[in-house]
């Protein structure tokens, strides 16, 4: 069981927004900065938000980051059969000592 | 263009020790701001950090570890190859999964997974 708590998968139609949350602890998520990664199928993962709310050049504004004490989200607005993928979050764990992972959400465009 | 590309042996018996060796090519393992990392996939697990070593400047080597595999893990550099490798020990079914190493870099306020190996599958089995 993973650390951070994601839903096994959200959908929506074309053009439609999705929302993913993450939510863990003061220990992670409420003290912390925020990493999303995009995994497509049959790849590896791929950063696609860092800082909670920043995009690295090339990620479309489309991805949107936020967070709000132990939960943090990612927005997909816009949505294209092109990101069907599994969504990580990501952060350190000041308890652990140690990155920890959410246990990914399925992206699926109707 | 940096790259990297994992390899060792795809089957290794319990008990036994998995080995893994990432080559950096494009860029050197020593130049900029990096940790080097491992992450492994299981279908079960999903994401999980092993581990990463620091190969820059007089902290070079550092170790930091996953406390529930600290025990068994050890990671190194060979900076004349470009390489970093991945020792687990003592192995079990629950040690099959898809291992990536990948290169964390400093983005603003924290650390990174920025670049990513294909990944290389590791099963467990007699």
């Known amino acids: 069981q993973s650390v951070l708590t994601q839903p096994p998968s959200v959908s929506a139609a074309p053009g439609q927004k999705v929302s993913i949350s993450c939510s863990g602890s003061s220990s992670n998520i409420a003290n912390n900065y925020i990493g999303w990664y995009q995994q497509l199928p049959g790849t590896a993962p791929k950063l696609l938000i860092y800082d909670t709310n920043k995009r690295p050049s090339g990620i479309p504004d489309r991805f949107s980051g936020s967070k709000s004490g132990t939960t943090a989200t990612l927005g997909i607005t816009g949505l294209q059969t092109g990101d069907e993928a599994d969504y990580y979050c990501?952060?350190?764990?000041?308890?652990?000592?140690?990155?920890?992972f959410g246990g990914g959400t399925k992206v699926t465009v109707l | 263009q940096v790259q990297l590309q994992e390899s060792g042996p795809g089957l290794v018996k319990p008990s036994q020790t998995l080995s893994l060796t990432c080559t950096v090519s494009g860029g050197s393992i020593s130049s900029g701001n990096h940790y080097w990392t491992w992450i492994r996939q299981s279908a079960g697990m999903g994401l999980e950090w092993i581990g990463r070593?620091?190969?820059?400047?007089?902290?070079?080597?550092?170790?930091d570890y996953h406390p529930s595999l600290k025990s068994r893990v050890a990671m190194s550099l060979d900076t004349s190859k470009n390489q970093f490798t991945l020792s687990l020990t003592s192995v079990t079914a629950t040690d099959t999964a898809i291992y990536y190493c990948?290169?964390?870099?400093?983005?603003?306020?924290?650390?990174?997974?920025?670049?990513w190996g294909r990944g290389t599958l590791v099963s467990v089995s007699s």
């Open positions: 990501e952060t350190w764990d000041s308890s652990l000592g140690a990155w920890v």
């Open positions: 990948a290169r964390a870099g400093n983005w603003g306020r924290e650390w990174y997974l920025d670049l």
């Open positions: 070593i620091y190969a820059s400047g007089s902290t070079s080597g550092r170790t």
